[in-house]
């Protein structure tokens, strides 16, 4: 099949193809370029190599199923889409996640945008030869991945944030561990500040290459970063507040220029704003109000008092039917047992909290929401993540349509490239930050 730019091409310009076999093209883009030497005259941009058909696949699995299914878009920042999945289902709902389970929220998403950012920028510079800001920022994210593993049991698709709460409270030494992931990160960014900001090759490199106007970029769809990049201030976090990001202050950088060195500092400063965000909410997080239960005492002891009184000796469970959450529960996830899973406690210790847990997982059961449609979204590594879901009153959505910011941005890399070096199309593409799980989904 003829393409585009290959009815266009002059008779004596080069026709190439970069990627998506190109290392810089991470195996999911095609830029078929027209090349006047190394100069770009032309280019057609194809995407679609990670299509994956995962909107359709999540009509056919319950919302609660279908929750890992989030995590495998942008892959980077997982907690982020879990978050604007659950989001709007408990707009759908009707209901709020209890204050503390807000507050762990903003923490684990804004871990995942500083994962998100130090992944992005660490790409561009070793793209651009900068292999020691590569190993830097990869360390970094070593220190935020540890405070993510300990409290979610995952680096990367971790299904933490669930409709109604959290799957579990904070690990017992959390604040430790994200001190020193705060302290760490920093010490990185102040380093990365100290090689690039002022790096005759990097600037170069990045310094009025693609350039793109607040209007264009806002035609465009772009949101996030890239669009602040431009001067315009858009931030779902404070245009369309959710959570308790109302509560806790924070800045929006924005760039002047637009080009690739612009959209390089907002992400280096959108990091610095997300560690003030989680300084913030370990300081006004709410207590624990769960009761703590003694070593070796039956956690359903109340329970079973009022049912078991033929049972003299206790039943003691094996620790992988025990449970840990239930006396959490209450700070971490809603009231309501039509929207959440029964602890292990209820589920083998009680007859009710059996038929809870068989009733929330058997078809035609589980959560079901009323008729209608609902969008909500939330701000996430590369903008505006949002989330459309239509309800039949079934246990399966009828239609799911993800808002993925990547897509749009992706929209733009024509126009950007175009009159620029071959070798400029590398950095350009990286500091969009496509994430092909998110875009092509």
Not at 5 to 17: D, F, G, P, T, V
Not at 124 to 138: H, P, S
Not at 158 to 186: C, M, Q, W
Not at 259 to 264: G, K, P
Request: with cysteine.
């Amino acid at each position: 099949m003829t393409t585009r730019i290959q009815k266009e091409a002059r008779k004596e310009s080069l026709l190439i193809n970069m990627g998506p076999s190109h290392p810089a093209m991470h195996g999911t883009i095609r830029i078929m370029l027209e090349l006047d030497g190394e100069r770009v005259l032309n280019s057609e941009v194809e995407v679609g190599y990670l299509h994956r058909g995962l909107e359709k696949t999540c009509e056919h699995k319950t919302y609660f199923n279908l929750l890992p299914y989030t995590d495998r878009m942008n892959y980077v920042s997982p907690l982020i889409n879990n978050l604007g999945y659950v989001m709007t289902m408990e707009k759908m709902l009707g209901i709020e996640a209890p204050e503390k389970a807000q507050y762990i929220r903003v923490i684990m998403s804004e871990l995942s945008r500083i994962s998100d950012h130090l992944t992005c920028l660490a790409a561009m510079a070793m793209e651009c030869g900068a292999f020691t800001v590569f190993l830097y920022k990869i360390k970094a994210r070593e220190f935020i991945w540890d405070v993510i593993e300990e409290t979610t049991g995952a680096r990367m698709t971790t299904s933490y944030i669930r409709i109604g709460g959290v799957r579990a409270d904070f690990h017992p030494n959390y604040e430790e561990v994200l001190n020193k992931a705060i302290a760490e990160t920093r010490k990185v960014l102040k380093d990365v500040h100290g090689l690039l900001d002022k790096n005759k090759i990097f600037l170069n490199r990045t310094r009025d290459i693609a350039v793109i106007t607040p209007e264009a970029a806002i035609n465009y769809g772009w949101t996030g970063p890239c669009l602040r990049s431009s001067g315009v201030y858009f931030d779902v976090r404070k245009t369309f507040p959710y959570l308790v990001y109302d509560q806790l202050d924070f800045e929006v950088p924005l760039g002047e220029r637009g080009d690739n060195f612009d959209r390089y500092m907002v992400r280096m400063k959108e990091m610095e704003q997300s560690l003030r965000i989680i300084e913030q909410a370990m300081k006004k997080i709410p207590k624990s109000m769960a009761k703590t239960v003694a070593k070796g005492m039956e956690p359903a002891e109340a329970i079973k008092a009022s049912r078991q009184k033929r049972v003299e000796k206790k039943i003691i469970l094996s620790p992988n039917l025990e449970g840990s959450e239930k006396d959490k529960y209450q700070d971490i996830l809603v009231k309501s047992k039509k929207y959440i899973v029964p602890p292990k406690e209820d589920t083998y210790t009680s007859i009710e909290g059996l038929i809870n847990h068989f009733q929330f997982f058997m078809r035609e059961h589980g959560i079901r929401p009323p008729k209608g449609e609902v969008y909500f979204a939330v701000e996430g590594g590369n903008g505006e993540l949002g989330y459309y879901i239509v309800s039949d009153g079934t246990e399966k959505p009828y239609r799911l349509h993800v808002r993925a910011p990547c897509f749009h941005v992706m929209a733009a890399l024509e126009e950007l490239i175009q009159g620029h070096y071959v070798a400029d199309v590398i950095p350009t593409f990286g500091s969009i930050n496509m994430i092909g799980g998110e875009m092509d989904r």
